[in-house]
Nanobody, 127 residues
């Protein structure tokens, strides 16, 4: 069992930056790939980024366009999402998720592959 708690969201102006954190607890010794998803009101949950347990494999949604970077520090049981050049359309609840991995290099953009989810942190991009 893994518990995930996101933090770092808030209100930022267009063009600004935020760094989201996802702290994991519980069976953190287990190998998990990690992902970030987002969900705006009235919209389906959308993939943002994913990273393998090793950190050697990372995937991003097309809309990211080089603006975001996912990283992890397994010693701290924490995953990060650095978001730069934020746009109003990035406004959403951002959720961290963990997926039991078949290998330390596995990562997935499919939410069905994820076993555990945090409650989310609100990101609002507005003037």
């Amino acid at each position: 069992q893994v518990q995930l708690v996101e933090s770092g969201g808030g209100l930022v102006q267009p063009g600004g930056s935020l760094r989201l954190s996802c702290a994991a607890s519980g069976r953190t010794f287990t190998s998990y790939a990690m992902g970030w998803f987002r969900q705006a009101p009235g919209e389906k949950r959308e993939f943002v980024a994913a990273i393998s347990w090793s950190g050697g494999t990372a995937y991003y949604a097309d809309f990211v366009g080089g603006r975001f970077t996912i990283s992890r520090d397994n010693a701290k049981n924490t995953v990060y999402l650095q978001m730069n050049t934020l746009k109003p359309e990035d406004t959403a609840v951002y959720l961290c998720a963990a997926a039991a991995s078949s290998s330390t290099e596995a990562a997935s953009s499919d939410p069905l592959d994820y076993n555990y989810w945090g409650q989310g942190t609100q990101v609002t991009v507005s003037s």
